[in-house]
């Protein structure tokens, strides 16, 4: 069973809603992932995360989600503004460090319809 | 942009059988190759890992790297319907922040 917990399961919101998602990473894994999966199952990658600083995002997370992952409170995915292209499985993971050889632990996700 | 590309999209085989998934990739820099494996409706699962070329078997699995062909393979031995799930490959080329690269997946179906 994965230990990286994701809540809720399924988000459904309409279009211009905010949408907020939930992520606890394994104990003492310190550097935090989010992915978008589409229905075609091509990985995005949103943002990354070592301890509470920002590693790395894409415009498209810069601009339209806030993303957040305080000290002792779950990591947080929001999107602002919902939009239809928006709905997928959105997959949290984490890793024990950024040396290569680190493996991720992915959560069972969430999944966001946006109607 | 690294570009990742698997093949095939999707693969039925007869349990007891070799199954054979593959993995291209685009930047000659890249340094860490992985396959996970993810079962419908579950958290997608590392499976296996290798930095340098050649092979390397874990159980009925092995990986296979050739970095001069930009290729990467997973070989499935004595396939079992429990592997019914879909692969996908994986790829670092910035080791600063160990930014993963991942294929569309291939839909494994191992039929009894």
């Known amino acids: 069973n994965s230990k990286v917990i994701q809540t809720p399961r399924y988000l459904v919101k309409g279009q211009g809603q905010k949408a907020k998602m939930r992520c606890i990473p394994e104990k003492g894994h310190p550097v935090v992932f989010w992915y978008q999966q589409n229905k075609n199952n091509e990985f995005k990658f949103l943002i990354n995360?070592?301890?509470?600083?920002?590693?790395?995002q894409i415009d498209m997370t810069e601009k339209r989600f806030s993303a957040e992952c305080p000290s002792n409170s779950p990591c947080s995915l929001e999107i602002q503004s919902s939009e239809a292209g928006d709905s997928a499985l959105y997959l949290c993971?984490?890793?024990?460090?950024?040396?290569?050889?680190?493996?991720?632990?992915f959560g069972h996700g969430t999944k966001l319809s946006v109607l | 942009q690294q570009k990742v590309q698997q093949s095939p999209e999707s693969l039925i085989v007869p349990e007891g059988a070799m199954t054979s998934l593959n993995c291209t990739f685009s930047d000659s820099a890249s340094q860490y190759f992985a396959w996970y494996r993810q079962h419908s409706g579950k958290a997608p699962k590392a499976l296996m890992s290798i930095f340098s070329n050649g092979e390397k078997e874990e159980g009925r699995f092995t990986i296979h790297l050739n970095k001069a062909s930009l290729h990467f393979s997973l070989h499935i031995r004595d396939s079992q319907p429990s592997d019914s799930a879909l692969y996908l490959c994986?790829?670092?080329?910035?080791?600063?922040?160990?930014?993963?690269?991942f294929g569309k997946g291939t839909s494994l179906t191992v039929i009894p």
């Open positions: 993971a984490s890793s024990l460090g950024r040396q290569t050889n680190e493996r991720l632990f």
């Open positions: 994986a790829v670092i080329a910035d080791t600063g922040y160990q930014n993963f690269y």
């Open positions: 995360f070592q301890n509470q600083e920002v590693l790395q």
